[in-house]
């Protein structure tokens, strides 16, 4: 049994964007390759390139169709895809903190971000068996617990370009789906996130209180009427063109070999 502080000066997490993300899977190809490197290194795999390959992630994408209920406005909605983030969320009532036997588990007072102290992790799995987002690995070939450290070694390291020191998965996204900061301090830029766009926890249910937060899917925009985005771009050819089009038309039309009358599109490829 391992004890939690009762407050933590910040809140350190992430936001993600569930309407803007998708499912590129760019951070969670950042987040191996950077701490696959740094704290908390290696993060092994095993047949990675066979019929059966397995690995240690601490950040996964599972994609979802949902299909919207109909309603009178709109009976028969399209369906929508929904590309999901997942990793700790660096939980204020840690589960995977106070089931751990020896202590290797641990959330910081300074911060909030929950770690794993690899040396004293004896691979007993209970965290892993205890958070109820799937969000803790453990590696096959090291057999200690990994997790989503938020990138510790990124965020306050000095010796990184300021543009930088966010987390890698933060720092790759290119849909801007992932943004990081202190969730403790309301005039924060993500807190304010959070409350334009109702953010919300994951299975608040469960009781872990966790920092980080999901931004829901906008609804999508649907059209009054059928609008047909070829017609402007047909029009100059399907009417008598006028203009540059116009003069064009005519010019191509006294080459030989041409027909009098309207060239249309045809003429573009008409004297070979
Ligand atoms: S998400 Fe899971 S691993 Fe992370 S702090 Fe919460 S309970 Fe622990
Ligand atoms: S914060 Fe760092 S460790 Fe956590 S998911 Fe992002 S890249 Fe991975
Ligand atoms: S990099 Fe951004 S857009 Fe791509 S899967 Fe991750 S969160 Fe989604």
Redesign the pocket.
């Known amino acids: 049994m391992t004890e939690l502080p009762p407050n933590t000066a910040k809140k350190m997490g992430?936001v993600i964007d569930l309407d803007t993300c998708v499912g590129c899977h760019a951070?969670v190809i950042?987040?191996k390759g950077?701490?696959t490197e740094n704290y908390g290194a290696p993060l092994s795999d095993q047949d990675a390139y066979g019929a059966d390959p397995a690995g240690t992630f601490?950040?996964r994408v599972h994609s979802f169709e949902v299909q919207p209920a109909a309603t009178a406005a709109q009976p028969a909605p399209a369906a929508q895809l929904i590309h999901f983030p997942k990793?700790?969320l660096h939980c204020e009532d840690a589960p995977c903190v106070t089931v751990c036997p020896t202590g290797a588990s641990y959330k910081r007072v300074e911060d909030g971000i929950v770690l794993v102290n690899e040396s004293d992790c004896i691979g007993c799995g209970l965290c892993a068996w205890s958070c109820p987002y799937g969000a803790r690995e453990l590696d096959l070939a090291e057999g200690v617990m990994k997790k989503?450290?938020?990138?510790v070694d990124r965020i306050y390291n000095e010796n990184l370009p300021e543009v930088d020191r966010v987390?890698?998965?933060?720092r790759t996204c290119p849909a801007g789906a992932r943004h990081f900061g202190d969730l403790g301090d309301p005039d924060s830029a993500v807190s304010q996130l959070v409350v334009e766009r109702g953010g919300m926890d994951l299975m608040p249910e469960m009781g872990t209180k966790p920092v980080n937060k999901y931004l829901p899917p906008r609804p999508k925009d649907k059209l009054e009427e059928q609008i047909d985005i070829l017609a402007p771009l047909l029009a100059p050819v399907t009417e008598t063109p006028g203009g540059f089009l116009g003069w064009l038309d005519k010019a191509l039309d006294k080459l030989p070999g041409q027909s009098s009358g309207q060239s249309s599109d045809q003429s573009s490829g008409g004297t070979a």
């Open positions: 992430l951070c950042s987040c950077w701490n601490l950040n990793s700790c989503c450290t938020l990138c987390p890698s998965c933060v």
